[in-house]
């Protein structure tokens, strides 16, 4: 046996270094700062100790903070995205385990050479780690890292404490299950999986029922993590999503209440999900690792049919839940089913290791080189598709939404996945723009961010206390469940927003982002200023500086990219367009050329741009 084969023997260095070399890869692709949807949120609730939103995530919290104040290089939100790294990475040598214990016995039923199971495991958990989507929750801060890490553990642990019949295993299962619970209400995708290696580990239904009962107590201590929310929120952090400081905002913040109206919403958008599922899975793989994973389970199923079993269970359970959730980022959500893959996926590299060694004749160290070589195919697939180096698309769109407003302003805003999450991190974390009240208007439907604003902005909160009363009363019975009257709230509601723009522009400039609807400023006019629009009474022009804006290239299509860029354009559109409705065709024509430099496939820019030659 060579070297390189005696050190792959070894029971954890082969894991080490498939995550080392992960590693390098994920802090090479990196996002350099903060990122879209909840980024900025997180990294302000970690830097503050608050409450994120639904299901809470207190042990994300709890991680991230102690992460957050290790002294190294870069802003907070760069460290939080090397933690996802460390954590993905971390993850990866777990999985190795489970790898490793998936294979145990498949090996010697084979009778394929023991020396290529390290490598067939390494292999396997290399297509995972740069399968696309788990690869991409090694760039940026998020809770699947973490979520990536608990479901490593206890896939571990469940695994050798089925095959050891050891019931401190299982204990330690049982706590690490319970503990993933408070990063991330979907490891209950695993119960299912978990439950049916346990049963027939122990052998009976009344022997499974009384095992079970005996694990309880160290499962509810890893629950215990949740405690906390009402703590935390009891003491008003000025992030406190939900205020689950009562019994009954905290379960409603643990189920996701608010969400619900989007799970198991119809058989139509099952299928639609399903489909893309079942179209985009074996790009993950790079195709090969998919039709491993096929072989994989199939060996497994015939010679080691209940680990086939349990992560089969696994796999189903995870792909029907995330199908019957109706939302448009919904990759993360098949993570466990991908795991499974990739387990799989090195059972199958074990069988095509055999066929090289016995029936091609290559020697067992190279056969077990090309199978680790194997494992960095969906590297190269998806390097230019996932990499985050050069994307500052959030950080420089947020910082020009900032330069776009005045001194003091007040912003009415429905942009959370570009730049309200990340303007928490501007003005909390970063300490920069405190000026700006920036609000939330969908987040106004909610009584903790009514409280938050009042925290922020007492002053400004005491003018519009009338509307926030009335409105404030509706919206209490629809928190509680008690009938109420849709348009009475909802009249309130737009009543409320309106006394806020009428209100602050008596003392502060007032501002809104394209989105928000015309029944909020009905009888005023928006003046395009940068990015977003101040409303003034008169209809006198408002001659303002043209801004033009210059943001990074980062010019990878994509859902949020390419809605960035689309913005911009816009931006660009209703200066336009409100300069040339006062005769300044010049002004204009330099307004849509600018659009159409940030938005090139607009037709409606060019149509304009078009018309004034």
């Known amino acids: ?36 949807i909840d980024s900025g949120e997180l990294v302000t609730v970690v830097h503050t100790l608050g409450i994120a939103h639904p299901t809470g995530y207190p042990l994300f919290t709890l991680v991230g903070w102690v992460f957050a104040h290790i002294p190294f290089g870069g802003e907070e939100a760069f460290r939080l995205n090397v933690m996802a790294a460390v954590l993905c990475a971390a993850s990866l040598v777990f999985y190795y385990k489970a790898a490793l214990a998936t294979m145990a016995g498949s090996a010697r039923k084979l009778q394929v050479p023991g020396e290529l199971v390290p490598f067939a495991a390494a292999g396997g958990v290399l297509f995972l780690a740069f399968s696309r989507t788990f690869w991409v929750q090694a760039l940026a801060v998020e809770v699947y890292s973490l979520h990536l890490l608990m479901v490593s553990l206890v896939l571990v642990l469940v695994l050798h404490a089925r095959s050891q019949r050891s019931m401190v295993l299982w204990v330690l299962a049982a706590f690490m299950l319970g503990l993933s619970f408070t990063n991330h209400m979907t490891t209950i995708l695993l119960v299912p999986g978990v439950l ?60 996701g209440k608010q969400y619900r109206v989007w799970i198991f919403s119809s058989s139509d958008v099952a299928m639609k999900h399903l489909g893309a599922f079942v179209q985009g899975i074996p790009g993950e793989f790079a195709v090969a690792g998919l039709l491993l994973g096929v072989i994989g389970l199939v060996v497994l199923w015939m010679k080691d049919r209940q680990v086939a079993v349990g992560t089969l269970i696994m796999f189903v359970v995870c792909v029907l839940y995330a199908v019957n959730y109706d939302i448009q980022d919904i990759d993360s959500y098949y993570l466990l089913a991908y795991v499974c893959v990739g387990l799989w996926a090195g059972a199958g590299l074990l069988v095509v290791g055999g066929w090289l060694v016995k029936a091609a004749g290559v020697p067992r160290v190279g056969a077990g080189v090309v199978l680790v070589a194997v494992g960095f195919l969906p590297c190269v697939v998806h390097y230019g598709d996932v990499d985050e180096s050069s994307d500052h698309l959030v950080a420089d769109y947020t910082a020009n939404m900032f330069a776009s407003v005045q001194p003091g302003a007040l912003v009415l805003s429905y942009q959370w996945d570009y730049w309200v999450s990340a303007s928490y991190y501007v003005q909390e974390v970063r300490q920069e723009r405190r000026d700006v009240l920036v609000i939330d208007k969908e987040l106004l439907r909610r009584s903790w961010y009514l409280k938050e604003l009042a925290a922020k902005s007492p002053a400004f909160m005491e003018k519009v206390a009338t509307e926030v009363e009335l409105f404030g009363r509706e919206l209490a019975k629809f928190e509680a469940g008690v009938p109420y009257d849709g348009q009475v709230i909802e009249a309130r509601y737009v009543g409320m927003i309106r006394a806020m723009i009428v209100q602050g522009m008596e003392d502060r400039p007032v501002y809104v982002t394209p989105e928000i609807e015309p029944e909020f400023t009905v009888g005023m006019v928006r003046v395009p200023e940068g990015l977003a629009m101040r409303v003034v009474r008169d209809t006198m022009f408002h001659a303002t500086a043209f801004l033009e804006f210059r943001p990074r290239p980062f010019r990878r299509s994509g859902r949020l990219e390419d809605m960035i860029w689309r913005l911009y354009g816009n931006a660009g559109l209703a200066r336009g367009d409100y300069y040339l409705q006062h005769g300044l065709a010049e002004e204009a024509k330099k307004a849509y050329n600018w659009g159409i430099s940030m938005d090139p496939t607009s037709v409606v820019l060019r149509s304009r741009l078009s018309g004034l030659r």
């Open 1 to 36: 046996m060579t070297v390189l084969s005696r050190l792959f023997r070894h029971p954890l260095l082969p894991g080490i270094a498939v995550a080392a070399c992960a590693f390098v890869v994920y802090l090479r692709t990196l996002m350099p700062g903060i990122g879209f």
């Open 196 to 255: 049916y290696l346990y049963g027939t580990s122990v052998g009976s239904w009344r022997g499974m029922a009384r095992g079970v009962v005996r694990l309880v107590p160290a499962f509810v201590l890893g629950l215990s993590v949740y405690l906390y929310l009402p703590l935390r929120a009891s003491a008003s952090p000025l992030c406190n999503w939900g205020d689950p400081s009562s019994v009954g905002r905290l379960l409603s913040h643990l189920s």
